[in-house]
């Protein structure tokens, strides 16, 4: 289900095509700056780009705003998020020129509970996060050939690699990762430059923020992403492979 439209300009690229455009400009933007690459994504792809955002702040679609106007910022609402990641949801949809769509799971908490049982995410947080985030997201991207992330390498070492442009093998899309090569401390100093809006929790201990039931703010000396799943063995929710 969405919440809000996104246009489509009835694209006609093939996969072949859109895998080749990827892997040309990952090799030509690895130096570039994040809006250079937001901007060769958006003159690209044009309506069939969008920029996907879990609220944990608004860099990406901040950066995007600035080179696509009304640029579509997606937004998984999982039923689990904390109410401060609902709220800066909002606050963006109210002051940044763009047009958030939220999308939502095919069923509501109560009725994933009702067919698997409660507390999914304890039991088998991989097939919860199947059912909440990675099959929604793929049904929400369907009208789109490429979509914007806030993915950085310096997060954890499973995103060490990450392209500033790369191919998604398993949706047939351009995956942009336009602030890849950022530190936390370049995303502070953008942030307190352009004012931009970050969920509350980032000043309340979570260095990374998620469902609520499977985030816990992180220790010193700890990784941004040692606050999700902890004590699981699970580093992904698997939109990233």
């Known amino acids: 289900m969405t919440d809000g439209q996104h246009g489509t300009d009835g694209g006609t690229r093939t996969a072949d095509d859109l895998r080749r455009l990827a892997e040309q400009a990952g090799r030509d933007l690895e130096d570039a700056s994040a809006e250079e690459i937001l901007?060769?994504?958006a003159g690209t792809f044009g309506d069939r780009f969008c920029?996907?955002?879990?609220?944990e702040d608004a860099v990406v679609a901040h950066l995007a705003s600035r080179v696509r106007p009304g640029v579509?910022?997606?937004f998984l609402d999982t039923g689990y998020h904390f109410p401060e990641t609902i709220g800066t949801r909002d606050a963006v949809a109210a002051v940044m020129d763009v047009n958030v769509i939220t999308l939502t799971p095919?069923?509501?908490v109560a009725e994933q509970d009702a067919e698997h049982g409660p507390g999914l995410h304890e039991r088998d947080p991989d097939l919860c996060c199947a059912l909440r985030k990675v099959a929604?997201?793929?049904t929400g991207l369907a009208g789109y050939d490429a979509w914007a992330t806030g993915?950085?390498?310096?997060?954890?070492?499973?995103r060490a690699d990450t392209p500033v442009v790369g191919w998604d093998a398993r949706r047939g899309k351009v995956k942009v990762s336009p602030i890849a090569r950022w530190t936390q401390e370049d995303?502070?100093?953008?942030v307190a430059e352009h004012g931009v809006l970050t969920n509350p929790l980032l000043t309340d201990g979570y260095a990374s923020v998620g469902c609520a039931p499977?985030?816990?703010?992180v220790l010193e000396g700890e990784d941004a992403r040692a606050g999700r799943w902890a004590g699981l063995g699970k580093t992904e929710c698997g939109l990233h492979g």
Request: proline share 6%; with cysteine; hydrophobic share 30%.
């Open 151 to 158: 993915l950085r390498r310096d997060e954890s070492p499973t």
């Open 72 to 74: 579509d910022v997606v």
């Open 214 to 217: 499977c985030t816990r703010r």
């Open 187 to 190: 995303v502070e100093a953008y």
């Open 106 to 108: 095919r069923q509501s």
């Open 39 to 41: 901007r060769w994504a």
């Open 136 to 138: 929604p997201l793929e």
């Open 51 to 55: 920029v996907t955002s879990s609220m």
